[in-house]
């Protein structure tokens, strides 16, 4: 074998390597994200327990990933991975709030999908008000709703940071459409509460006036 038959082989052994570990990525990214997805459906059911099991096989699944990452770094930024991070990360944020009303520490999600992350919690906290308004919360809806402004304000705050985040202008401008839509929907309930209370005392005084 010729030197430089000797190097093409060497090549041809890294090149599938490296595919291998590509299927392997994708793979690992996409368990991450479907058992995060699960997570967060089951945190809406109020199952935090196995909401918290999925999340730690999603943990395990994304450390796995990291020792992939960080032997082939150009694979960072592949699809899989970023939207695998995301989803873990919007996951984490909307459990701790509902377990303590606090964000948690981004510990050792990458920041900007921390960030990017924190821009899909907005809809999962719509998701949560419209399920208030239906049990007759207004004052926890109200509450979610002031939440999901604040969230707002803050990615407002790192749009600077968007030619960096590609992501976030569109995660900012789907926030503010949902805010909108969220804060119509409670002025209407709050209106219809008032009419409620209205027709309410108009009746009592009616039956007053009768008796």
């Known amino acids: 074998m010729s030197r430089l038959d000797e190097i093409l082989e060497r090549m041809r052994e890294n090149l599938k390597a490296k595919e291998e570990s590509r299927r392997r990525l994708e793979e690992l ?11 967060i459906v089951l945190l809406h059911k109020g199952s935090k327990a196995t909401a918290e099991e999925r999340l730690n096989e999603a943990r395990k699944n ?8 960080r032997r082939y770094p150009e694979y960072s930024t592949h699809g899989a991975v970023t939207a695998a991070w995301e989803e873990y990360a919007e996951a984490k944020i909307l459990k701790s709030l509902g377990d303590s009303g606090s964000y948690p ?3 050792d999600i990458p920041l900007e999908f921390y960030i990017l992350g924190l821009g899909d919690v907005v809809g999962e906290l719509r998701r949560d008000i419209l399920d208030d ?15 999901m402004e604040e969230i707002y304000d803050v990615l407002i705050s790192t749009e600077d940071a968007s030619i960096l985040l590609r ?3 569109r ?5 503010r459409s949902v805010i909108e839509s969220t804060r119509g929907d409670l002025a209407l309930e709050a209106g219809q509460r008032r009419l409620g209370d209205h027709i309410k005392e108009l ?8 008796g």
């Not at 479907?34 to 997570?39: D, E, L, M, P």
């Open 167 to 169: 992501e976030l202008r």
């Open 105 to 107: 520490e981004p510990g």
């Open 171 to 175: 995660k900012v401008d789907v926030a």
């Open 29 to 39: 990214a996409q368990k991450a994200r479907i058992g995060s997805k699960q997570a």
């Open 203 to 210: 009746l009592e005084k009616l039956e007053g006036k009768s």
């Open 62 to 69: 994304l450390e796995e990933l990291g020792k992939l990452t």
């Open 133 to 147: 308004l239906r049990r007759d919360s207004f004052v926890d809806a109200e509450e979610k709703l002031r939440r």
